[in-house]
């Protein structure tokens, strides 16, 4: 959290690039988790 604040214009809180964020993290977890488990 402390990055995002130093950046500014990173994390935009209009919640359209925080979830656009989000879901590209979660997705890279998901494949990250079924790489390490196969």
Known sequence: TG???E???VVVPDGGTT???LGVAL???GMARR???S
């Open 3 to 5: 990055f995002a604040g």
């Open 7 to 9: 950046g500014g214009g």
């Open 19 to 21: 979830v656009m964020l």
């Open 27 to 29: 997705g890279a977890l």
């Open 35 to 37: 790489f390490l488990m």
